[in-house]
T-cell receptor, first 113, second 115 residues
Framework: AQRVTQPEKLLSVFKGAPVELKCNYS??????LFWYVQYSRQRLQLLLR??SRESIKGFTADLNKGETSFHLKKPFAQEEDSAMYYC???????????????FGQGTILTVHP | DAGVIQSPRHEVTEMGQEVTLRCKPI?????LFWYRQTMMRGLELLIY????????DSGMPEDRFSAKMPNASFSTLKIQPSEPRDSAVYFC?????????????FGNGTRLTVT
């Protein structure tokens, strides 16, 4: 079974402070990990994926297979980062759960001025 | 492209009534997903289709829930009879398989309230 855990439902930081949204996963195989974001009054959308090793809007996330984690980080939070963030997992192509995206419970990030 | 289109945006119904949620995926996408969003559980995958065929419906909570995809451009999620605990936002999403997991494109969701 595949499972994603986001331990924090709410996270508040001040503008300019570092932020880390935690994500742990359980999967028997090689997963693909994603972060999705939902800004106020907008659709849920992809923020970044681990295979791309990219930085989007200043956010990065590193897959740590030893700790089965995929934490989302940003060194200096901005007010416009306030949103709901979801960590998600899927199996790799060729696997039984390829295409099936399982989400965590989500973390609401609030960045105060 | 208008993206994934869901209807209605809001649905308020009384307990025991039948509810039908509709989704039009992005043209050309071969995966379609139905998710339910609640504060307590976040985003739960209910069912997903590949090329109109249901692949995994293990997330469908009860027999009261059913989903169909009669063709590549339309899917429905039906709840019969509805109960207050079904109140949630229901999202439809679609994606296109191309050798790796492509991003899901979500609709705006249907906010269901069962009184």
């Amino acid at each position: 079974a595949q499972r994603v855990t986001q331990p924090e439902k709410l996270l508040s930081v001040f503008k300019g402070a570092p932020v880390e949204l935690k994500c742990n996963y359980s999967y028997s195989g090689s997963p693909e990990l994603f972060w999705y974001v939902q800004y106020s009054r907008q659709r849920l959308q992809l923020l970044l994926r681990h295979i791309s090793r990219e930085s989007i809007k200043g956010f990065t996330a590193d897959l740590n297979k030893g700790e089965t984690s995929f934490h989302l980080k940003k060194p200096f939070a901005q007010e416009e980062d306030s949103a709901m963030y979801y960590c998600a997992l899927s199996g790799r192509p060729g696997g039984t759960s390829y295409g099936k995206l399982t989400f965590g419970q989500g973390t609401i990030l609030t960045v105060h001025p | 492209d208008a993206g994934v289109i869901q209807s209605p945006r809001h649905e308020v119904t009384e307990m025991g009534q039948e509810v039908t949620l509709r989704c039009k995926p992005i043209s050309g996408h071969d995966y379609l997903f139905w998710y339910r969003q609640t504060m307590m559980r976040g985003l739960e995958l209910l069912i997903y289709f590949n090329n109109n065929v249901p692949i995994d419906d293990s997330g469908m909570p009860e027999d009261r829930f059913s989903a169909k995809m009669p063709n590549a451009s339309f899917s429905t999620l039906k709840i019969q009879p509805s109960e207050p605990r079904d109140s949630a936002v229901y999202f439809c999403a679609s994606s296109f398989s191309r050798g790796t997991n492509s991003p899901l494109h979500f609709g705006n969701g249907t906010r269901l309230t069962v009184t």
